[in-house]
Antibody
Framework: QVTLRESGPALVKPTQTLTLTCTFS??????????VSWVRQPPGKALEWLAL???????YYSTSLKTRLTISKDTSKNQVVLTMTNMDPVDTATYYC???????????????WGQGTLVTVSS | SYVLTQPPSVSVAPGQTARITCGGNNIGSKSVHWYQQKPGQAPVLVVYDDSDRPSGIPERFSGSNSGNTATLTISRVEAGDEADYYCQVWDSSSDPPYVFGTGTKVTVL
C-alpha cells in the first residue's frame, strides 16, 4: 500500500521560510521512473502544481515560484522536502505531496495524495 | 500557460447522470486525468489517461476526450458522489507543465 504524509508548521510568519516534509511508504524514490510532487490549494480555490523531484534527482519547479522553492529527497528515509522562502499571506494554503505515475512517457497523473497540511501565513 | 476551463457547478438528481466538462485548446491531443475531492479531504484519482479507472473506482465513473473538450461522466449518481472534481493535463510547452482545471462542484439534489 502506497501512502504519503506531509508534516510541517501550521503557522509561519511573513518573510519566514517554510519547510515541509513528505514521508512516504510503499515505493522507493530510487526506482527508475518514480517521481514525487508538491501541489497546493488555497482555501476555496483550485489546485496549483509547485515542484517535482524524480528518481534521478532531477528537479522541476513552477516558474512563477522557482526563485523561492527548493525540493530535495532523502531516499534512505523515504522523504521529500520542500522549502519555500519569503512566505506571504497569499501562500496560505493546504500543501499536498503526491506520487506521480505515467504510462511510460513524461507527465502523468498524481496518485495517491497525502492528506495535506494547512499552512497559514500570518503575523 | 495552458488553461483548463470547467463549469463551476453541476447539479444532478440521485440516479441520474452527471457530465463534467473540461475545456482546453486541442485537449483531445493530451491525456486527461480526473480527481474527486470531498470537503476537507485530499484529491482522489478517479480517471486517468482519458478513460481508465484506477482499481477501486466504480464503473459508474467514465471519461472521454476529443477535440477541445474532455468529459467526466458519473452514471447513476449517488449522494456520496457530491464533491469537487478537477481535470488535469501535462503540457510540455506550458508553464507550469502540470495544469489543473478550475474545478466543478457536483451537487446531488
Amino acid at each position: 500500500q502506497v501512502t504519503l504524509r506531509e508534516s510541517g508548521p501550521a503557522l509561519v510568519k511573513p518573510t519566514q521560510t517554510l519547510t515541509l516534509t513528505c514521508t512516504f511508504s510503499g515505493f522507493s524514490l530510487s526506482t527508475s521512473g518514480m517521481c514525487v510532487s508538491w501541489v497546493r490549494q488555497p482555501p476555496g480555490k483550485a489546485l496549483e502544481w509547485l515542484a517535482l523531484i524524480d528518481w534521478d534527482d532531477d528537479k522541476y519547479y513552477s516558474t512563477s515560484l522557482k526563485t523561492r522553492l527548493t525540493i530535495s529527497k532523502d531516499t534512505s528515509k523515504n522523504q521529500v522536502v520542500l522549502t519555500m522562502t519569503n512566505m506571504d499571506p497569499v501562500d496560505t494554503a493546504t500543501y499536498y505531496c503526491a506520487r506521480i505515475l505515467s504510462s511510460g512517457g513524461p507527465g502523468g497523473w498524481f496518485d495517491p495524495w497525502g492528506q495535506g497540511t494547512l499552512v497559514t501565513v500570518s503575523s | 500557460s495552458y488553461v483548463l476551463t470547467q463549469p463551476p457547478s453541476v447539479s444532478v438528481a440521485p440516479g441520474q447522470t452527471a457530465r463534467i466538462t473540461c475545456g482546453g485548446n486541442n485537449i483531445g491531443s493530451k491525456s486527461v486525468h480526473w480527481y474527486q475531492q470531498k470537503p476537507g479531504q485530499a484529491p482522489v484519482l478517479v480517471v486517468y489517461d482519458d478513460s481508465d479507472r484506477p482499481s477501486g473506482i466504480p464503473e459508474r465513473f467514465s471519461g472521454s476526450n476529443s477535440g477541445n473538450t474532455a468529459t467526466l461522466t458519473i452514471s447513476r449518481v449517488e449522494a456520496g458522489d457530491e464533491a469537487d472534481y478537477y481535470c488535469q493535463v501535462w503540457d510540455s510547452s506550458s508553464d507550469p507543465p502540470y495544469v489543473f482545471g478550475t474545478g466543478t462542484k457536483v451537487t446531488v439534489l
